[in-house]
């Protein structure tokens, strides 16, 4: 079988590279000819593909079969991004037994996870928990898409792979939130940067060499590098940042801090493919580990425990479900640990009897223990998309409006995806290896120096509290995107060509909370995220704004702007925010407002009277042998992207875990 698509491809470059030997128009005679035979050929090799990721994926067990035995020492719920980090680790000691259990299935082999280019096609599909927001009192009352991977690997397995550690003092800042209780030293970036370095295994590339490869991971499981696509409008982004004052930064991951601009890092392989926690760290020797099972499709409805006359309650297992509704019970010799991520552990807490004892008894849940901070103190980072007609008409920009994503079938688009999709398979190339989110800016909203350049002149005592980790930290970031999009993709665009630029409010002082719907399992929790309920938000994102006015309005940024968007009638462009008033900016920013998928803290470490719910070793405080591991326990956002932080974070946890299961 490996052989025929082996075969097909070799076929298909062949034919490629003969086409491309052709005087011009020639070569223009055939195009329609090949595009059909392309057609067929990638069809073919995508439904072999899909045979052969079937074949491949016998290893797991399907949660139908409940568990091979009842008693394990630890059992992980979700294997989510932290969840497969977990279960990776915890197995190198052959004596440990490691249940991991997924509601989802394996993504490893799935094309919309291992094309780049291709992930935002999981939204709203079996593999997205596909949750939306309660509506926004300060965003015109709208709720919000959240997509959640519901799958190995999580949100691992369907985000933009960014990669990015944040800025080095959120970590001293995690560190002394912890007020000295066990464990908390280990949080400070000095000492939990060697755990970033543990996963990473950086690629280094000739085009960025001012990256200095010492800092970088160079042995652990998660490759990362530059390969994925950079198009020539992110490249003029650059430049214009540049020019309104956000030096280029050659690697924003290092302790000397994240501010400035460039391309982003990615979890993207030299291979084009990729990289999620699922690929990186369930590889075919850790799943045929005796001592691992792997229950996918079975997903977690309570905790169980044991309690004693004078001691706190101790988590001995957990009951689980499989597709058809069958219930199943396992043990937990040691631990239980919670990686379900930062919407369903806390729903799982409270399912459970764990949570805020008034709201647990509105559904008759016996409360175990009363735990005020369980689904409190969500974070997430709004962002507010802007988005501009590109007068390069560069291929990337095309993808903006693409009919057939909306389901209206085009014989050219079809044939455009094919073309991009053999570019991809032979030569790792092409359009389809764009992490979407190509480029990045980090910004402080007190910057006067850089407001000033924007034409904003910042009060002299400006009583805009300062909400960022530290002095040299970011509270602002710009990204930019060769295609543009709105409300993740799902509004129209009249037929052109366009790109976007995001203003990211990074430190947010607004947070919301996750709560039941039900006491039924199956219901998704609510979540409100309260986006915007604070002026600082609004104030800091407005500075955004006017940076981003500030960008568009660079000579660079001209030469690939579209004048005729100035004339827009639709709404949807942005070619004059610079000559906006405050207040319609600020009417875009509460009409527009999205999540940048990164909701943390809803089990937060910290002491329990500052809402804390787990310790700076993870045990949630009042309940023995269980833990959270994943990115509820955020004990404040980062300011940056999340991912990277929870991998370390799961490193952590493992040698914080295995330590103790020695003692
Ligand atoms: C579209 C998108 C784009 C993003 N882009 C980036 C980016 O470019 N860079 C970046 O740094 N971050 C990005 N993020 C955020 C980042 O991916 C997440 O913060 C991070 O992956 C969260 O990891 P986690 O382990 O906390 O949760 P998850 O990865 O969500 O894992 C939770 C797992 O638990 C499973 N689960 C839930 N409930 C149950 C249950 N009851 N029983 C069994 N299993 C259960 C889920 O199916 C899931 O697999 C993005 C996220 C999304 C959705």
Same mark, same amino acid.
């Given at each position: 079988m490996v052989k025929a698509v082996e075969g097909l491809q070799a076929f298909i470059a062949r034919c490629i590279a003969i086409i491309h030997g052709l005087p011009a128009h020639l070569q223009a005679a055939l195009n329609l000819r090949l595009l059909k035979s392309s057609a067929i050929l990638g069809a073919l090799v995508i439904a072999l593909r899909v045979v052969l990721s079937r074949s491949r994926s016998k290893y797991r067990r399907d949660g139908s079969e409940g568990s091979a035995r009842s008693e394990y020492d630890i059992v992980i719920v979700g294997g989510g991004t932290a969840g497969c980090v977990l279960a990776s680790r915890l197995s190198e000691n052959p004596k440990l037994r490691v249940l991991l259990i997924e509601a989802g299935g394996s993504s490893v082999h799935n094309p919309l996870s291992c094309v780049p280019g291709l992930y935002y096609k999981f939204f709203h599909t079996g593999f997205d928990w596909d949750l939306s927001t309660e509506p926004q009192d300060h965003a015109a009352s709208k709720r919000k898409y959240w997509p959640r991977g519901r799958m190995l690997g999580g949100c691992s397995s369907m985000n933009a792979m960014i990669f990015h550690h944040g800025a080095p003092s959120d970590f001293d800042e995690w560190a002394a939130m912890q007020k000295g209780q066990e464990g908390a030293a280990g949080w400070k970036y000095d000492t939990f940067n060697e755990y970033f370095r543990k996963f990473e295994k950086f690629h280094p590339s000739k085009d960025y060499s001012l990256v200095d490869?010492?800092?970088?991971?160079? =042995? #652990?499981?998660?490759? %990362?590098?530059?390969? &994925?696509?950079?198009?020539?409008?992110?490249?003029?982004?650059?430049?214009?940042?540049?020019?309104?004052?956000?030096?280029?930064?050659?690697?924003?991951?290092?302790?000397? #801090?994240?501010?400035?601009?460039?391309?982003?890092?990615?979890?993207?392989?030299?291979?084009?493919? *990729?990289?999620?926690?699922?690929?990186?760290?369930?590889?075919?020797?850790?799943?045929?580990?005796?001592?691992?099972?792997?229950?996918?499709?079975?997903?977690? /409805?309570?905790?169980?425990?044991?309690?004693?006359?004078? $001691?706190?309650?101790?988590?001995? #297992?957990?009951?689980?479900?499989?597709?058809?509704?069958?219930?199943?019970?396992?043990?937990?010799?040691?631990? %239980?640990?919670?990686?379900?991520?930062?919407?369903?552990?806390?729903?799982?807490? +409270?399912?459970? &009897?764990?949570?805020?004892?008034?709201?647990?008894?509105?559904?008759?849940?016996?409360v175990l223990v009363d735990h005020p901070g369980v689904g409190a103190h969500l974070m997430d980072h709004p962002v507010i998309d802007f988005v501009f007609r590109d007068k390069t008409k560069s291929t990337m920009a095309s993808m903006s409006h693409d009919p057939a994503r909306h389901g209206k079938f085009s014989l050219a688009s079809t044939a455009k995806a094919l073309l991009w999709f053999a570019q991809y398979r032979l030569w790792a190339t092409g359009p389809l290896t764009t992490n979407v989110a190509e480029a990045a800016a980090f910004a402080r909203s007190s910057d006067a120096s850089l407001l000033a350049k924007a034409g904003v002149t910042l009060p002299t005592a400006d009583d805009l509290e300062d909400s960022t980790s530290g002095p040299t930290a970011p509270d602002i970031e710009i990204f930019f995107t060769p295609m543009g999009y709105l409300s993740h993709g799902q509004v129209d665009f009249p037929q052109g060509h366009y790109f976007g630029v995001h =203003?990211?409010?990074?430190?947010?002082?607004? /947070?919301?909370?996750?709560?039941?719907?039900?006491?039924?399992?199956? =219901?998704?929790?609510?979540?409100?995220?309260?986006?915007?309920?604070?002026?600082?938000?609004?104030?800091?994102?407005?500075?955004?704004? *006017?940076?981003?006015?500030?960008?568009?309005?660079?000579?660079?940024?001209?030469?690939?702007?579209?004048?005729?968007?100035?004339?827009?009638? /639709? #709404?949807?462009?942005?070619?004059?925010?610079?000559?906006?008033?405050?207040?319609?900016?600020? $009417?875009?920013? *509460?009409?527009?407002?999205?999540?940048?998928?990164?909701?943390?803290?809803?089990?937060? +470490?910290?002491?329990?009277?500052?809402?804390?719910?787990?310790?700076?070793?993870?045990?949630?405080? &009042?309940?023995?042998?269980?833990?959270?591991?994943?990115?509820?326990?955020?004990?404040?956002?980062?300011?940056?992207?999340?991912?990277?932080?929870?991998?370390?974070?799961?490193?952590?946890?493992?040698?914080?875990?295995?330590?103790?299961?020695k003692e």
């Open positions: 490869t010492t800092l970088r991971g160079s =042995a #652990g499981p998660v490759h %990362v590098g530059y390969f &994925g696509n950079e198009s020539d409008t992110t490249r003029v982004f650059l430049e214009a940042c540049h020019h309104a004052g956000l030096e280029h930064n050659p690697d924003f991951n290092t302790a000397k #801090g994240t501010l400035g601009s460039s391309k982003v890092l990615t979890f993207i392989d030299s291979r084009a493919r *990729r990289v999620t926690t699922e690929s990186a760290y369930l590889s075919p020797e850790v799943l045929a580990r005796p001592n691992l099972v792997i229950a996918t499709h079975a997903q977690v /409805t309570r905790i169980l425990f044991e309690t004693a006359e004078g $001691k706190a309650p101790r988590a001995v #297992g957990v009951q689980f479900k499989n597709r058809k509704g069958d219930m199943f019970e396992v043990r937990a010799k040691k631990e %239980v640990v919670l990686s379900a991520g930062a919407t369903h552990t806390p729903q799982i807490l +409270m399912l459970s &009897g764990i949570g805020p004892a008034e709201h647990l008894a509105s559904f008759d849940i016996p =203003a990211v409010l990074l430190r947010p002082t607004s /947070t919301g909370d996750v709560k039941l719907r039900s006491a039924d399992p199956s =219901a998704s929790p609510i979540v409100d995220p309260k986006y915007l309920a604070t002026r600082h938000d609004v104030t800091v994102l407005v500075r955004a704004a *006017r940076i981003i006015g500030h960008i568009a309005n660079s000579p660079s940024f001209s030469s690939i702007l579209d004048p005729s968007g100035s004339s827009d009638s /639709t #709404g949807l462009l942005n070619h004059n925010i610079a000559q906006q008033s405050d207040a319609e900016i600020e $009417k875009i920013i *509460r009409d527009r407002v999205e999540t940048l998928y990164h909701p943390t803290c809803t089990a937060r +470490m910290a002491p329990k009277e500052d809402g804390g719910v787990v310790d700076p070793l993870l045990r949630v405080h &009042g309940i023995d042998g269980l833990r959270v591991c994943d990115a509820s326990v955020f004990p404040t956002i980062t300011s940056g992207h999340t991912v990277s932080p929870t991998i370390a974070l799961a490193e952590r946890a493992a040698d914080i875990i295995l330590v103790s299961c």
